[in-house]
């Protein structure tokens, strides 16, 4: 079965660092979304990428976040000065054609 | 605006069958997906259903759609204690992005 493969599983940074959570989709998707889940909370969404720019974003994607597709495999969430807040699980999605959404194992972020 | 609504908890005794709800409010969905996840591990894709759909069975897996109440159901049959887990039901929303409920905890005793 295809899948999305995020890296690291766990990151520990300390606040005011930049960080860089980096994924995977599966390779003939075109969308690609970041979710976050602060620990015992909702998923949440966080913004969603589609021919290679930004087409949507939530409130919570603010100017310290930012995503890029460098190559044509790798899709990457860069945090540029980490907040305590930001400490969550952070998940990459990939969506072919109409159907399934699939999602990496995520990342731990801890910022400390 | 968006949201999707889900009880918080559901425990069942191994054997039965296990019927976790949820309300949506964007009636232009197009999937509807029922996710789990088990501690400490990602979302794993267990179905989904398209909004044209009233029912979808997978095994042990039935999911009932009543579009008229915005209302989606995931019945998992004969429960065993690996079904345990938190069950995240999630509509596809404008744009393509996911919305999420809250989660249901399912606690299967023996």
């Known amino acids: 079965e295809p899948e999305v493969t995020q890296t690291p599983s766990h990151q520990v940074t300390q606040m005011g660092q930049e960080v860089i959570l980096r994924c995977v989709p599966i390779?003939?998707?075109?969308?690609f979304y970041w979710y976050r889940q602060i620990l015992g909370q909702k998923v949440e969404f966080l913004v969603s990428f589609y021919n290679n720019e930004i087409s949507e974003k939530s409130e919570i994607f603010d100017d310290q976040f930012s995503v890029e597709r460098p190559d044509g495999s790798n899709f990457t969430l860069k945090i540029r000065s980490t907040k305590l807040e930001d400490s969550a699980m952070y998940f990459c999605?990939?969506?072919?054609?109409?159907?399934?959404?699939?999602f990496g194992q995520g990342t731990r972020l801890t910022v400390v | 605006g968006e949201d999707v609504e889900q009880s918080l908890f559901l425990s069942v005794r191994e054997g039965d069958s296990s019927v976790i709800n949820c309300t949506y409010t964007d009636s232009s969905s197009t999937y509807l997906y029922w996710y789990k996840q088990e501690p400490g591990a990602g979302l794993q894709l267990l179905t989904y259903?398209?909004?044209?759909?009233d029912m979808k069975q997978d095994q042990r897996l039935t999911v009932l759609l009543n579009k008229k109440d915005k209302h989606l159901s995931l019945r998992i049959a004969d429960t065993q204690t690996g079904d345990s887990a938190i069950y995240f039901c999630a509509e596809r929303a404008g744009g393509g992005k996911l919305i999420f409920g809250q989660g249901t905890e399912l606690s299967v005793k023996p």
């Open positions: 390779s003939n998707h075109l969308y």
């Open positions: 259903i398209f909004s044209n759909m």
């Open positions: 999605a990939s969506i072919g054609g109409e159907t399934e959404a699939f």
